[in-house]
Every structure is written in structure tokens, then in C-alpha cells.
């Protein structure tokens, strides 16, 4: 085994990672690209080239159970009994050929057709959200933007009555933080909200689907009911997809609003740049995502014995791979440290590669572009607010993004 992550100073949950974690990553990726944490318990890669090849490396397992099992340390397992069964029966927890079947009938709810309808949704609610924001001078682009806006598309687009609309926030949090990695800080408290989380969130899912059955309408709840019905699929499942779409779905897109708008107020070259090129938006989008990925790590556990530049890791190891990490590496991108709105290429890993690629990117780019074009159009003069800090937020490994940013637009 290699020398524990803290002895030589890789601790990836040190504080001052929440503020700029790039510099440490640069270091590991320079002296240890391929790492074996004993604090942690995992193998940590920082490579592009490493973590792109483990995306697509069929001997690595996305059944992530052995993980969670993992950071409960001495605790019992039947603690996270309800979150292990929702979350085992997640797609993105699975390999094919099971991966397979889940997928294609998934992606029969986001087809051109289905993306095209939701458009006037998105508009819909960020300009209400904005709206709201206008009477005053100032906002926090965390909560009167990045947190409600992908929770309610995506809760519209399911059909979840508005009621129930703060409880879906509140569970994806919950199921997302124990499921990201946490490190070691309170476990048992963290595991204990996601297990009731995961049986409060699957309960709802239930009654809607059976309400749906009933009496189906055009929400995503409804059409993915039918598609199991029709293909025989087992309905008992379905929470678990609707789930993972309904978290998936607005968790890193809450991310990554508030990760690319603190990049360009702190590039004002670049912001200017853009807001004399609207053009360029769909560019900027993409250099959000790599220069501050809001999903830096993913994990995989080793089928096999698999042997990682030079380094033998064997079968049942747990491996994060650094989509943040390699997002920086200078053998893929010139100048990774320069936040740069024009850059092309630019085959950033945000949407990890491979089988799992993500469900919904065209809808979160869709989602991406309505939201920064019309927060720029509607607030041209936007800038930190002097009064009150930006808390950034990386909790977890695998969601990074801030508790607040507060921002003016006046003045
Ligand atoms: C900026 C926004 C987003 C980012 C950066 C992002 C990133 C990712 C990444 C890295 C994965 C791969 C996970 C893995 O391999 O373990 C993934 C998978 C997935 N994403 Fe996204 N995502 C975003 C938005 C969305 C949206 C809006 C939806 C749906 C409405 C969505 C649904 C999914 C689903 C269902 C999967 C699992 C796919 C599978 O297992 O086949 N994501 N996403």
C-alpha cells in the first residue's frame, strides 16, 4: 500500500478544498496520479487520461454498495436499509447488460419531442424566479435561483404536486450527500437522513405511480409507468428511476448555476466578453462545467485486478475517479487554470463519459443556456453583493457547489 492521503497532505476534505481544491489536485495528479487513501479507504484518480479510460473500463463495477457500506465504519448496515434499496436499484448503480434495459427505456422520456416541450417550462419558472428577485437590488443566486429552479423544472416535468415540492429538495439533499462521500464527519447522522429520506421520497413515488395508473397524464411519472407496464418491466422498480432522475436532475445543475456565475464575476474579462457575444453561451456553459465541475468525483468498485499506471488495485477496491481533477490536467487542456469562454475543444469529463453518460445533458445545457441568458440579459450589471460573503460548499466528493452567493444587480 501507498502512504495515507493526510501523512503526505492529501486530504481532500481539508477546509481550504472547499474554497479552491485545483492546487491539491494538481499535486496529486503531479507526484501521485494513481493513490491509495488508507483514511479514506479508496484509490483516488487525478489523470484525464486514467479517468477517462476507468469510465469506459468494463472490469469496473458502478454497484457503489460496498462504498456506503464502507463509510458507515463500525455502524450496522441495516441503519441505510431503505437508501441500499433504493439506491441499488438506481440504473447508475448498475452494469449492463441490466444497465442496458434501464437505459433505453429511460431514454424513451427524453426524446427531441419531450425536450422541445419542456423549453417553455424552463422559461416559465426562471422568469418567475426572477421576477421575484427584481423588486430588490439583490439576490442569492443559490436560493432564489440555482436550488428552486432545477428542483421545480424537474418536478413539473414528473408531475409532483406543489406541496410536495420543499420535501423533494429536502430528500435529494439528504440521499445525495450520503451517497457523494461524505468523509467521516458525522456518519451516522448523515446516514440516518438518507435512509429516511429514501423511504419518505420512495413512499411518495409509490402512491404517485399507482394515482397514475389510474389516471395517467403526459408527466414523465405517467409515461414511464406505461413503458413498464407495456414491456413487462417489474413496477416496483420504478421509484427508483424516478428518483434517480427526479435527484440527478436538479443536484448538480443547483451546482453548477452558481459555480459558473462566480466564475465569470470573477473574470470580468470573460463576462464581458460574453455579454457582448450572447453567442458564445453555449461555449461558456461548456467552461463552467470543466473549470468547475459540479460533479468532480464518481465512483467505481474493481470487478477484477486491474492495473492503473503501473499500480496493481485489486478486485473489490473502491476508486474515485477525478472528473474535477481531470478537468485541470494540462496534458488534455492548455492553460487549465484560465477560465477561458471560447476555449475549443473543449472535451471536458462533467458528464462522465462511458455507459452512464449523462441521462439528462441535453436538458441540464437547455436549463443552462435559458438561465444564464436571461439572468444576464435581465441583470447586465451583476456583481458579488460587498456585504455578504459566498460560502462555498463541497461536503461530499462527488457535488460541489455553494451554500450562498449573494449578488447585486443595481447600482
Ligand atoms: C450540469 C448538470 C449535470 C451534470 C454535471 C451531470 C453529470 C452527470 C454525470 C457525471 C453522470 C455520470 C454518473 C456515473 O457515471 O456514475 C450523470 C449521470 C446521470 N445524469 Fe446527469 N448531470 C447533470 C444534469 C442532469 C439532468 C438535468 C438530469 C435529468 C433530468 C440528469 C440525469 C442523469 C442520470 C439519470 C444519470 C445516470 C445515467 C445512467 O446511469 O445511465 N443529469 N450525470
Same mark, same amino acid.
Given at each position: 500500500?501507498?502512504?495515507?492521503?493526510?501523512?503526505?497532505?492529501?486530504?481532500?476534505?481539508?477546509?481550504?478544498?472547499?474554497?479552491?481544491?485545483?492546487?491539491?489536485?494538481?499535486?496529486?495528479?503531479?507526484?501521485?496520479?494513481?493513490?491509495?487513501?488508507?483514511?479514506?479507504?479508496?484509490?483516488?484518480?487525478?489523470?484525464?487520461?486514467?479517468?477517462?479510460?476507468?469510465?469506459?473500463?468494463?472490469?469496473?463495477?458502478?454497484?457503489?454498495?460496498?462504498?456506503?457500506?464502507? /463509510?458507515?465504519?463500525? @455502524?450496522?448496515?441495516? =441503519? $441505510?436499509?431503505?437508501?441500499?434499496?433504493?439506491? %441499488?436499484?438506481? +440504473? *447508475?448503480?448498475?452494469?449492463?447488460?441490466?444497465?442496458?434495459?434501464?437505459?433505453?427505456?429511460?431514454?424513451?422520456?427524453?426524446?427531441?419531442?419531450?425536450?422541445?416541450?419542456?423549453?417553455?417550462?424552463?422559461?416559465?419558472?426562471?422568469?418567475?424566479?426572477?421576477?421575484?428577485?427584481?423588486?430588490?437590488?439583490?439576490?442569492?443566486?443559490?436560493?432564489?435561483?440555482?436550488?428552486?429552479?432545477?428542483?421545480?423544472?424537474?418536478?413539473?416535468?414528473?408531475?409532483?404536486?406543489?406541496?410536495?415540492?420543499?420535501?423533494?429538495?429536502?430528500?435529494?439533499?439528504?440521499?445525495?450527500?450520503?451517497?457523494?462521500?461524505?468523509?467521516?464527519?458525522?456518519?451516522?447522522?448523515?446516514?440516518?437522513?438518507?435512509?429516511?429520506?429514501?423511504? /419518505?421520497?420512495?413512499? @411518495?413515488?409509490?402512491? =404517485? $405511480?399507482?394515482?397514475?395508473?389510474?389516471?395517467? %397524464?403526459?408527466? +414523465? *411519472?405517467?409515461?414511464?409507468?406505461?413503458?413498464?407496464?407495456?414491456?413487462?418491466?417489474?413496477?416496483?422498480?420504478?421509484?427508483?428511476?424516478?428518483?434517480?432522475?427526479?435527484?440527478?436532475?436538479?443536484?448538480?445543475?443547483?451546482?453548477?448555476?452558481?459555480?459558473?456565475?462566480?466564475?465569470?464575476?470573477?473574470?470580468?474579462?470573460?463576462?464581458?466578453?460574453?455579454?457582448?457575444?450572447?453567442?458564445?453561451?453555449?461555449?461558456?456553459?461548456?467552461?463552467?462545467?470543466?473549470?468547475?465541475?459540479?460533479?468532480?468525483?464518481?465512483?467505481?468498485?474493481?470487478?477484477?485486478?486491474?492495473?492503473?499506471?503501473?499500480?496493481?488495485?485489486?478486485?473489490?477496491?473502491?476508486?474515485?475517479?477525478?472528473?474535477?481533477?481531470?478537468?485541470?490536467?494540462?496534458?488534455?487542456?492548455?492553460?487549465?487554470?484560465?477560465?477561458?469562454?471560447?476555449?475549443?475543444?473543449?472535451?471536458?469529463?462533467?458528464?462522465?463519459?462511458?455507459?452512464?453518460?449523462?441521462?439528462?445533458?441535453?436538458?441540464?445545457?437547455?436549463?443552462?443556456?435559458?438561465?444564464?441568458?436571461?439572468?444576464?440579459?435581465?441583470?447586465?450589471?451583476?456583481?458579488?453583493?460587498?456585504?455578504?460573503?459566498?460560502?462555498?460548499?463541497?461536503?461530499?466528493?462527488?457535488?460541489?457547489?455553494?451554500?450562498?452567493?449573494?449578488?447585486?444587480?443595481?447600482?
Amino acid at each position: 500500500m501507498l502512504a495515507d492521503v493526510q501523512s503526505v497532505g492529501y486530504d481532500l476534505f481539508a477546509p481550504e478544498m472547499t474554497a479552491n481544491p485545483y492546487p491539491l489536485y494538481q499535486k496529486m495528479r503531479q507526484a501521485d496520479p494513481v493513490y491509495y487513501s488508507e483514511t479514506l479507504g479508496y484509490w483516488i484518480l487525478t489523470r484525464y487520461a486514467d479517468v477517462e479510460a476507468a469510465l469506459w473500463d468494463e472490469r469496473l463495477s458502478a454497484d457503489r454498495r460496498s462504498l456506503f457500506i464502507q /463509510q458507515l465504519g463500525n @455502524l450496522d448496515a441495516s =441503519l $441505510i436499509q431503505n437508501f441500499l434499496q433504493l439506491t %441499488g436499484n438506481m +440504473m *447508475i448503480e448498475q452494469d449492463p447488460p441490466d444497465h442496458t434495459r434501464f437505459r433505453k427505456l429511460a431514454n424513451q422520456g427524453f426524446t427531441t419531442k419531450a425536450l422541445e416541450s419542456w423549453r417553455s417550462i424552463i422559461q416559465q419558472i426562471t422568469n418567475y424566479l426572477l421576477d421575484q428577485a427584481c423588486v430588490r437590488d439583490s439576490m442569492d443566486i443559490v436560493a432564489d435561483l440555482s436550488v428552486p429552479l432545477p428542483a421545480l423544472v424537474i418536478a413539473e416535468i414528473f408531475g409532483v404536486p406543489a406541496e410536495h415540492q420543499a420535501n423533494l429538495i429536502q430528500w435529494a439533499s439528504d440521499i445525495g450527500t450520503f451517497w457523494g462521500a461524505p468523509g467521516g464527519q458525522n456518519i451516522e447522522a448523515l446516514a440516518r437522513k438518507a435512509d429516511t429520506g429514501a423511504a /419518505q421520497f420512495t413512499a @411518495l413515488i409509490r402512491q =404517485l $405511480i399507482e394515482e397514475r395508473r389510474h389516471n395517467p %397524464g403526459t408527466d +414523465m *411519472i405517467s409515461l414511464l409507468t406505461l413503458a413498464y407496464e407495456q414491456q413487462g418491466f417489474d413496477l416496483d422498480l420504478l421509484p427508483s428511476l424516478c428518483i434517480l432522475i427526479l435527484n440527478a436532475g436538479h443536484l448538480t445543475t443547483t451546482d453548477l448555476i452558481p459555480n459558473g456565475v462566480n466564475a465569470l464575476l470573477n473574470h470580468p474579462d470573460q463576462l464581458q466578453l460574453l455579454q457582448a457575444n450572447p453567442a458564445l453561451l453555449p461555449s461558456a456553459i461548456e467552461e463552467m462545467i470543466r473549470f468547475d465541475t459540479p460533479a468532480p468525483f464518481l465512483f467505481r468498485i474493481a470487478k477484477q485486478d486491474v492495473n492503473v499506471g503501473g499500480h496493481e488495485i485489486p478486485t473489490g477496491s473502491v476508486i474515485a475517479l477525478g472528473l474535477g481533477p481531470a478537468n485541470h490536467d494540462p496534458a488534455k487542456f492548455a492553460n487549465p487554470e484560465q477560465f477561458d469562454i471560447c476555449r475549443s475543444p473543449n472535451e471536458h469529463l462533467g458528464f462522465g463519459p462511458g455507459v452512464h453518460f449523462c441521462l439528462g445533458a441535453v436538458l441540464a445545457r437547455m436549463e443552462l443556456n435559458i438561465c444564464f441568458q436571461m439572468l444576464l440579459k435581465r441583470m447586465p450589471n451583476l456583481h458579488f453583493d460587498p456585504d455578504h460573503v459566498a460560502i462555498p460548499r463541497q461536503t461530499n466528493l462527488v457535488f460541489k457547489g455553494f451554500d450562498t452567493l449573494p449578488v447585486k444587480f443595481q447600482g
